[in-house]
């Protein structure tokens, strides 16, 4: 609780990391056995119901992870980022069921597949499922399997099947002593055969986050444990397989792992055995990421180790390092580390807590298997895709091969999947007899446009597909509807492949409804289906541009049947027209792809025009003709169409100077490169900076652009900066410009802790509606938001929410900056420590503003917190310890304003003097008639006569002298009857 504080001292000893040239070696830390205790079927008589209290499971061994500031690769976005998503078509879930529904927190979801049954187990229950998802054991207390089990719910269970042995495993640690409660069915039938379970003590130390894989003599599995000495003291646990399955007395072996480098939380992986052909006994591996964000860690890399049990004397087994896999032996750098370690980090939909990307994990499973060339492991863990920016969650996943068993394993393919801006993360993988990879996920998405609560999904690739790509369109297991209500999810998900086919994949994960959290179970298959079955899966050419009347078209035909296809029709049609039809007459094998291209071309030579064009295919007895058409959207593109799309640099902040850089990046939109053209940024109406953009944007291409002359913000203060491109005859002027609002504070309160609820999370002014305000690090600046605040209606209404309200604690209070010097006085709030009495409930209050508010654009600060804590609420500029500060913008009117008051008495014309005799002429205002502006020298003569319209921001006039002898001249702008006049001088 936030009540009480804590100060935490965490001291890191740093040293060089000097390889060894010989590699570690290690005897087992901890021996020991345990004796079978038998239980019989599980009849519903006997079920001990689960709890259905909310509960927070085993959170006290999950310390933060700590990087070095600064150091590890990449600098930028992943080396392996997968930034598109796979164009082949998929198939939907064969199944998708709820497997349960429950309050434990976090619930880890688990499950696997046998050849009739589907065992699942969370905390700290589990139920028995067949293959069509039907239950046949209801939800039950892990207590009820009985033996060691029973009165035993601690949690964090595992389930297994053993495909060599046909039998089921179920596990979940005890602390009455620290132990491994394993249970292993005693057939094929978990339901009806009983089961053989165990206790297996581990010397004192609580066995955090166990995951068991299967191998040939033994059953391994990996902990998070002592993370300071994890090269000396207990991690790893083999348990004697053999006589498990008999029901025997069953020994129990720890080893550290030798030369590993940990920064708190981690989890190693096993290699979990599956498909038609056993693992060999020995040689077991262990596989953990090595992060060089990490102290110690000069690259990042795979690091594997090998464990030879030796049962007959356990005492001479041993651990030993075996391979370092990095940069040059295809390990692209990763940053496996978010926000420092900490374990609050994907940002949710609404107000919700930030979610656990669970770092520093080998993701559950890392499934191994043997083909009849080779030996394939596949694997995941979450990264941060763009280290640069706002924590973006991809996939890193890998395919391990051994071309001859037993002997050193090598990089096949990686990559990592992000293929746009939502995060995906809590992987799981498998790799079926085929050799195609399946990988299930969660994703989520905190866009105000395109929110996406935490829900499930999965995609793959097939065996013969590009290396590094999943190929496959995303599918959805299931669309959750809420957000996670705690920051702890999962802990993991768990994916398995079904030993009758192997082929089918079972994915088990968690989502959220209410306050209630769900398993989904998710049944899908990527291997073929039919024997017969092609389709048309993407466009290869005409990519969009500028194109002409004679295209050459080039479509991605797959054969998704498991038959060898050759002399079938394809065809297209261009916006309805006439069909064109060729023959394919090559050979395509099965589940491959091949690029065809058409003799006749095709005319999409009208600029601006936007073709639809249908792609098909025409196999006889094809099976599936749902992926035999592809309908593309084909854009002839202006040859010349550039615009800004964001202005980078200059932001928000204290102390700007009169030297800030002003950066820019530069879409080319056309079909063309394009290379020196104008570029321009002004800064509010001032005279345009105007320089050349000397280099090339390609064809959707972005470009940055920083110009040479700096701008001046060093005056306190909200600017407005507008950037835009003139390139020569551009298509589309309306994307040349953009516009971005930034401030010169003298104040930004960053740091205080909104984590728990405190502060705005909803803020509502005219305008404004600001639904889902992330938490952040206390402060955002949403001065590009703006409110029109009529000062003759007097009284306005702000809506606010906190996620927080106790005892009258959290308050609130709001500035209007009207004197524009960026400081918020005592007598410019407007609200003051106004109570806010209930959550996540809208608060409205009322403010006025003064009859002689000054008009225009000026800054708005709202600070919200617990007035309990350090941090004044009404010192705009003190940190609190918890709540949030906001910054937006105001502009104030006056509709009772005739033309007379407007001119004589509210505007201010300004004439800012530019360079070689160019000036340009300024009222700032919201004020929409139409004005003139004359220009007159001193002897009377008109020189100019013009009308003068507000552009959105003030009446501006470029005003060309160069022509103009040197002296002094008026310039007035106004109406026939009333005007402003104001002297200038030419020299």
Same mark, same amino acid.
């Given at each position: ?20 040239? @010989? ?235 030798? *030369? ?9 992986? *096993? ?445 306190? *203060? ?25 401030? @010169? ?81 005592n007598d410019e709030r407007f609200i003051s420590s106004e109570v806010i009495p209930r959550a996540n409930t809208a608060l409205s209050v009322e403010f006025t503003l003064p009859d002689d508010a000054a008009l225009g654009q000026h800054l708005l600060r709202v600070r919200a917190g617990d007035t309990n804590f ?108 009333? *005007? ?8």
């Open positions: 609780m936030k009540n009480l504080l804590y100060l935490l001292v965490l001291l890191f000893l740093f040293h060089p990391d000097v390889e060894a040239q @010989n590699k570690q070696i290690s005897g087992p830390v901890y021996v020991d056995s345990a004796r079978a205790v038998a239980s019989g079927a599980l009849s519903k008589g006997k079920l001990i119901a689960p709890s259905s209290e909310f509960k927070v499971f085993n959170p006290r061994n999950r310390g933060i992870n700590s990087i070095v500031p600064g150091k590890g690769l990449p600098k930028t976005i992943d080396p392996a980022l997968q930034n598109k998503m796979g164009e082949v078509p998929s198939k939907a879930p064969i199944l998708s069921y709820e497997a349960v529904s429950t309050r434990s927190t976090p619930s880890d979801p688990t499950g696997s597949i046998g050849p009739n049954h589907y065992v699942n187990a969370w905390n700290s229950a589990f139920s028995i499922w067949d293959k069509s998802g039907n239950q046949l054991l209801p939800p039950a207390s892990l207590a009820s399997i009985g033996g060691e089990f029973a009165n035993e719910t601690l949690g964090d269970p595992i389930v297994v099947y053993d495909e060599f042995a046909d039998r089921f495993l179920i596990s979940q640690f005890s602390d009455t002593p620290e132990s491994f409660l394993i249970a292993v069915s005693r057939g094929p039938d978990p339901l009806n055969d009983g089961w053989f379970t165990y206790r297996f003590t581990t010397n004192g130390v609580l066995p955090d986050y166990p995951k068991i894989s299967v191998w040939g003599d033994g059953y391994y599995i990996t902990t998070n444990k002592n993370a300071s000495t994890a090269d000396q003291s207990q991690v790893i646990y083999v348990v004697e397989r053999d006589q498990m399955l008999k029901g025997e007395t069953a020994g129990i072996v720890s080893f550290p792992l030798p *030369g590993i480098r940990t920064n708190g939380f981690y989890s190693p992986a *096993g290699f979990h055995a599956i498909g038609d052909i056993s693992p060999p006994r020995g040689n077991a591996p262990i596989v953990f990421m090595q992060d060089d964000a990490w102290a110690g860690v000069i690259e990042d890399h795979l690091k594997i180790w090998l464990i030879n049990m030796n049962w007959d004397n356990p005492s001479s087994s041993e651990i030993s390092e075996s391979q370092e896999l990095g940069q040059a032996d295809g390990v692209s750098p990763f940053m496996a580390t978010f926000d420092g370690g900490s374990f609050s980090n994907l940002s949710q939909p609404g107000n919700a807590p930030e979610i656990d990307a669970l770092q520093a994990t080998m993701m559950y499973m890392t499934q191994y298997r043997r083909f009849d060339t080779h030996t394939s492991v596949v694997m995941n863990f979450v990264v941060d895709v763009d280290p640069t920016a706002a924590e973006h969650a991809g996939i890193r996943w890998y395919e391990l091969r051994q071309e001859v068993n037993g002997g050193l394993w090598s990089v096949y393919q990686e990559g990592t999947y992000a293929p746009d801006k939502s995060d995906r993360f809590s992987g799981s993988i498998g790799i079926d007899g085929q050799g195609n990879i399946g990988l299930g996920f969660t994703i989520l998405d905190d866009s105000p446009e395109t929110p996406i609560f935490p829900s499930i999904r999965y995609t793959g690739r097939y065996a013969n597909d590009e290396l590094g790509l999943m190929t496959l369109e995303e599918q959805t297991i299931v669309e959750g509807e809420d957000p996670d209500p705690n920051s702890r999810y999962g802990d993991y998900a768990h994916l398995s492949v079904d030993p009758e086919d192997d082929l089918t994949f079972w994915h088990n994960a968690e989502y959220f409804e209410g306050v209630n959290r769900k398993n989904r179970v998710g049944v899908f298959r990527i291997a073929a289906d039919n024997g017969n079955d092609v389709g048309v899966t993407g466009r290869v050419t005409p990519q969009d541009a500028t194109l002409g009347n004679a295209e050459e078209i080039t479509i991605r035909i797959r054969n998704f049947g498991s038959n060898a296809q050759s002399g079938f029709p394809v065809s297209y049609t261009v916006n309805g027209g006439q069909t064109v039809t060729e023959t394919f007459t090559e050979s395509i094998a099965a589940t491959e792809s091949v690029d065809f291209t058409f003799s006749e071309p095709a005319d999409f030579s009208e600029i601006g025009e936007t073709y639809e064009v249908v792609f098909s295919t025409g196999l006889n007895n094809d099976q599936d003709t749902e992926n035999d058409v592809l309908i593309a959207q084909i854009k002839n593109l202006p040859p010349r169409d550039v615009g800004v799309t964001s202005i980078d640099v200059p932001v928000t902040g204290q102390n700007l100077a009169s030297t800030e850089v002003v950066s820019i990046t530069i879409e080319n939109f056309g079909g063309e490169p394009q290379s020196n053209f104008p570029v321009s940024y002004q800064v509010g109406n001032n005279i345009p900076v105007k320089e050349i953009f000397e280099g090339t944007v390609e064809v959707g291409e972005n470009e940055v652009y920083t110009f040479n002359q700096p701008a001046d913000l060093s005056p306190s *203060g909200s600017y407005r900066i507008t950037a835009r491109t003139h390139l020569e005859e551009d298509f589309n002027p309306t994307n040349d410009p953009t516009v971005k609002s930034i401030a @010169n504070l003298n104040c930004i309160p960053e740091g205080s802790d909104c984590s728990y609820g405190d502060g705005l999370f909803y803020f509502e002014l005219e305008e404004i509606l600001n639904e889902r305000i992330p938490c952040g690090n206390g402060y955002i600046d949403f001065i590009g938001s703006n409110a029109t605040l009529d000062r003759s209606q007097g009284t306005f209404t702000v809506t606010v929410k906190s996620l927080f309200a106790e005892e009258e604690r959290e308050q609130f209070s709001m500035w209007i900056d009207l004197d524009d010097d960026a400081v918020f006085d350090e941090g004044s609420l009404n010192n705009p500029c003190e940190v609190m310890d918890y709540g949030t500060t906001h910054d937006y913008s105001v502009n104030v009117t006056d509709s009772t304003l005739n033309i007379e008051d407007f001119i004589l008495n509210e505007a201010e014309l300004l004439v800012v003097n530019g360079e070689n005799g160019q000036y340009r002429v300024a009222i700032e205002t919201d004020y929409d008639e139409t004005l003139r502006i004359t220009v007159h020298n001193m002897l009377g003569q008109k020189l100019i006569e013009n009308q003068i319209e507000n552009n959105g921001y003030g009446y501006v006039y470029d005003l060309d002298m160069s022509y103009a002898a040197r002296g002094v001249y008026l310039v007035r702008v106004g109406t026939r009857e009333f *005007g402003k006049v104001k002297r200038f001088i030419v020299k």
